[in-house]
């Protein structure tokens, strides 16, 4: 991307969830952060789905957030 300054580069990733029910926001935003870091861990500039087995343990009341685990 040209700037005023100079080109820059940019990259993306995007960690898609879905929600399961029963599910808390936060479980379905800590699924999607999982995806998320699949997706950098994979080279970035790429879409992942979190995986229909990854669970969240929901703990928010203890970290502030849910966190995904695979089961």
């Not at 599910?23 to 999982?34: G, H, N, V």
């Not at 699949?38 to 979190?50: D, H, M, S």
């Not at 995986?51 to 703990?59: G, M």
């Amino acid at each position: 991307m040209e700037t005023g300054k100079g080109r820059i580069s940019l990259t993306w990733s995007i960690g898609v969830g879905e929600s399961q029910p029963g599910d808390s926001i936060d479980q379905l935003l800590a699924r999607a952060d999982a995806a998320l870091y699949i997706a950098k861990e994979e080279g970035r500039n790429r879409v992942a789905g979190a995986s229909p087995d990854l669970r969240t343990k929901d703990t928010v009341a203890q970290h502030g957030i849910a966190r995904a685990t695979a089961c």
